[in-house]
Structure formats: structure tokens, C-alpha cells
């Protein structure tokens, strides 16, 4: 979930079981919305992403949710690996000046924790 | 594959000196920006640039500046580094359309000004 002071959320999973990993948003006109993965020492990595007239889509292992109605996004993981420990956060871009530019707004993340 | 590249991962400066955090994209995107991210606080927009000597002040400017005299370079100045600007200084590009979207990231620049 969003971060609402100075630790991050923290979710810890058996390898092999699913994770999900969930994300608020702020504006009900955000028009694509993305998840990261963030490894220590790394820059995000693009997972996913998805448009605000989508409530699904589907990566390899991964899929976003989306819920408008709550303004609520989420990303399941499969069958979760030792590899999967990382940061991931949300990210919600608004699209102006005819879909020109964009403003981005990042979520603060969770930690995923994986254990063998 | 998109590639952004920030020249240098860590680097270590004293208090006043002038810093140059360099960045370069190889997939002529109109857009780059440059964040810092810090533990607790998530990423911060520090400024960002839609075009070719166009920049634009993000959430947090004070005490830097930006220069992009070509498209595929973006450069974030620390004018006189403080102690309070050691942080993790991440580069992005992208482009915005219609069809998809969506903003890739260098693998960061650890600075640490003593």
C-alpha cells in the first residue's frame, strides 16, 4: 500500500506463492498508470503499465488490476522468486496540452521480501 | 532497448564545490528529467525539460539547475553541493503518445558531499 510516513510498506512471501502488491492513486484523471521494480543500488525498471480505460493486463507472471472506481491499482506476481525482492512502486501520469506532456507522480513503494 | 545513462554511479564532493550529474538517452525522446530519491521520501522531480533548451522546475529546484543544449543529453548542476543534497540522483526519458507510454530510468548516481 502507499507509504504514509518513513518506512516502507514491507510484504514478505514464501518462494512459490503470489504476491500482491497494492498502490492507491490520487487523481481520477490519470491516464496510464505504471509499475517498477526497483533493485538496491539500481534505478527502476519498467514492469508494466496500463491505460485508464484497461481493468487488466497481462505480463509474463505479472498482472495489474485496476480499479477506478477506488482509484486502486495492483500487481500480482506468480509464482514469486528469490529474484523478485525489490521496491516496487506505482507511478500515475497525466497526460495534458493534447497528450503533448505529462506530469508523473510516483508512489512511495513497498518492499517485497522473498524467502526460500 | 531504451538505454539512459548516467555517467557516473558514485561520487564523492565537498561542501560548495560545483557538481555536473551528466545524462544521456540513446531513443531521441522529447522528455527527460531528473529526480533524487531519498529512503522514506519516494522520488522527487527536481526539473525536467520537454525539449531542446526548454526547462521546466520540478517539485523540488532549489539549489540546482539543469542544461540541455542537445536532445539526447540532460545534465542536472549542483551550484554549490551542501551536505543535504547527498542523495541517490535518478535520470529519465521518455516519450508521451497515445498509443503507450511510459518513462525508463538510468541506473542512478550515488552522491555523497561531504
Known amino acids: 500500500g502507499e507509504n504514509v510516513g518513513l518506512h516502507l510498506p514491507t510484504l514478505s512471501v514464501q518462494e512459490g506463492d503470489n504476491s500482491i502488491i497494492n498502490c492507491a492513486y490520487s487523481n481520477s484523471a490519470s491516464d496510464y498508470f505504471i509499475w517498477y521494480k526497483q533493485e538496491s543500488g539500481k534505478g527502476p525498471q519498467f514492469i508494466i503499465d496500463?491505460?485508464?480505460?484497461?481493468d487488466k493486463r497481462q505480463g509474463q507472471r505479472v498482472t495489474v488490476l485496476l480499479n477506478k472506481t477506488v482509484k486502486h491499482l495492483s500487481l500480482q506476481i506468480a509464482a514469486t522468486q528469490p529474484g523478485d525482492s525489490a521496491v516496487y512502486f506505482c507511478a500515475e501520469i497525466r497526460l495534458n496540452y493534447g497528450g503533448s506532456q505529462g506530469n508523473l507522480i510516483f508512489g512511495k513503494g513497498t518492499k517485497l521480501s522473498v524467502k526460500p | 532497448d531504451v538505454k539512459v545513462t548516467q555517467s557516473s554511479r558514485y561520487l564523492v564532493k565537498r561542501t560548495g564545490e560545483k557538481v555536473f550529474l551528466e545524462c544521456v538517452q540513446d531513443?531521441?525522446?522529447?522528455?527527460m528529467f531528473w529526480y533524487r530519491q531519498d529512503p522514506g521520501l519516494g522520488l522527487r522531480l527536481i526539473y525536467f525539460?520537454?525539449?531542446?533548451?526548454?526547462?521546466e522546475k520540478g517539485d523540488i529546484p532549489e539549489g540546482y539547475s539543469v542544461s540541455r543544449e542537445k536532445k539526447e543529453r540532460f545534465s542536472l548542476i549542483l551550484e554549490s553541493a551542501s551536505t543535504n543534497q547527498t542523495s541517490m540522483y535518478l535520470c529519465?526519458?521518455?516519450?508521451?503518445?497515445?498509443?503507450?507510454?511510459?518513462?525508463?530510468f538510468g541506473e542512478g548516481s550515488w552522491l555523497t558531499v561531504v
Open positions: 525539460s520537454y525539449d531542446v533548451k526548454m526547462k
Open positions: 529519465a526519458s521518455s516519450n508521451w503518445r497515445a498509443s503507450g507510454n511510459t518513462i525508463y
Open positions: 531513443m531521441d525522446h522529447e522528455n
Open positions: 496500463i491505460r485508464s480505460n484497461m
